[in-house]
């Protein structure tokens, strides 16, 4: 199926460098009717939290939990579909509205096309920034458990608007025209190299 989503791309630029998974949240919130800002969702709904070094060893959150530093600094690092998933549904809380955001990480792309895109609402994926492959970045023990986090350096976020046989269309708010065409065959890989992590919306 050939579908296309018409929505204002809002770009990262200097504001927020770490911020794709945000400006993405931000992108689809607009596009579903809100008047929100990207700062006021980083501000008032996202969980941060900082990698610290203790006892000699790197500990941190876990990235589906807390946010990996802040989207303001260009030194840290970003999150994944849990965080978004719960700043995402606190907005919806605050703001009165029956939306629910779900991770649909794990899903197949047929899956997740049937389940976001075909219904008219764009998912939030997870790809690699250049779609080449990614590149471990670092690695650190989550606070209070015995379980790893890793991060990618070319770890990115981009709101799919299009899709059909052979290509999909996203907004990349990292890239300069704010628009990007790939194979869909590439970007499919990507997403499953990452672990086939993404984001959608469903009226409750």
């Given at each position: ?121 764009p998912p939030i994926y997870w790809v690699t920034g250049d779609m080449k492959p990614p590149v471990l970045e670092l690695s650190w023990q989550i606070r209070g458990t015995d379980r ?6 070319n770890c990115s976020c981009m709101l799919m608007t299009g899709c059909d046989s052979d290509t999909m269309t996203f907004l990349d708010p990292a890239g300069e025209a704010g628009t ?25």
């Open positions: 199926m050939d579908n296309k989503i018409e929505i204002r791309p809002i770009l990262q630029e200097d504001s927020w460098p770490k911020g794709s998974a945000c400006v993405c949240a931000v992108m689809l919130l607009q596009y579903m009717g809100l008047q929100i800002s990207v700062d006021e969702f980083i501000d008032n709904f996202l969980p941060q939290h900082k990698i610290r070094y203790r006892e000699g060893f790197l500990t941190g959150p876990d990235p589906d939990v807390q946010f990996v530093g802040s989207p303001y600094d260009a030194k840290s690092f970003g999150c994944y579909p849990g965080v978004i998933v719960r700043a995402m549904n606190e907005c919806f809380r605050q703001k009165g509205l029956t939306w629910r955001a779900e991770d649909a990480t794990g899903l197949s792309t047929r899956e997740l096309l049937a389940a976001s895109l075909d219904r008219g609402m790893r986090a890793s991060w990618y350096r990007l065409k790939v194979s869909r065959m590439l970007a499919v890989k990507r997403h499953a190299e990452l672990g086939k992590r993404s984001v959608i919306v469903r009226k409750e």
